[in-house]
């Protein structure tokens, strides 16, 4: 996967009637090539997860706000590809897992996510044989997301 941003600007609307819009990044370039990996870094408040939000197309459509510049992933513009779309190269964990968990079974919560990119009911089936042996949990498909510990809710989430 490839990111390219150039002079990406966010800003969330005012909460309050009167009050300015909250800049939260400002001016990011920034080229990851394929094959490359990165961490972003920094304090709480700093727009790690605005930024992450808009890699996957959820920002601001999903959290209004403003966006100005350019946000390139795998080479598809992510200021107008639908996130569906982009979901197929880019995915993201919160930091409570838990929060993002609402399937009756870990192997529904799995598909739910590759059900939007119209794959057939077998091949579905296949990538989340795939995707649980990745992360280790192999014959919990029929488990439910909230019997599972902390650590296996994060691993279904990276699922």
């Keep these: 996967m490839s990111v390219r941003l150039d002079d990406l600007r966010f800003s969330y609307p005012p909460i309050t009637a009167g009050a300015r819009p909250a800049e939260v990044l400002r001016g990011v370039s920034l080229d990851v090539p394929a094959g490359q990996s990165i961490a972003i870094m920094g304090p709480n408040s ?17 959290t209004g706000g403003a966006l100005a510049g350019s946000v ?20 993201l964990v ?43 949990m192999t014959g919990l498909e029929e488990r439910s997301p909230w019997q599972l510990s902390g650590g296996q809710q994060k691993r279904l989430a990276i699922a």
């Design 46 to 62: 700093s727009g790690k997860t605005t930024l992450a939000l808009i890699l996957a197309g959820l920002a601001p459509a999903m």
């Design 72 to 91: 390139l992933v795998n080479g598809l513009d992510a200021t107008t590809t639908p996130a569906a779309t982009l979901s197929a190269s880019i995915g």
């Design 94 to 136: 919160f930091q409570e897992p838990e929060r993002q968990l609402f399937n009756m079974t870990v192997a529904e919560e799995v598909a739910f996510g590759l059900e939007g990119q119209a794959l057939a009911p077998r091949e579905i089936g296949q990538h989340v044989a795939w995707a649980l042996a990745q992360v280790g």
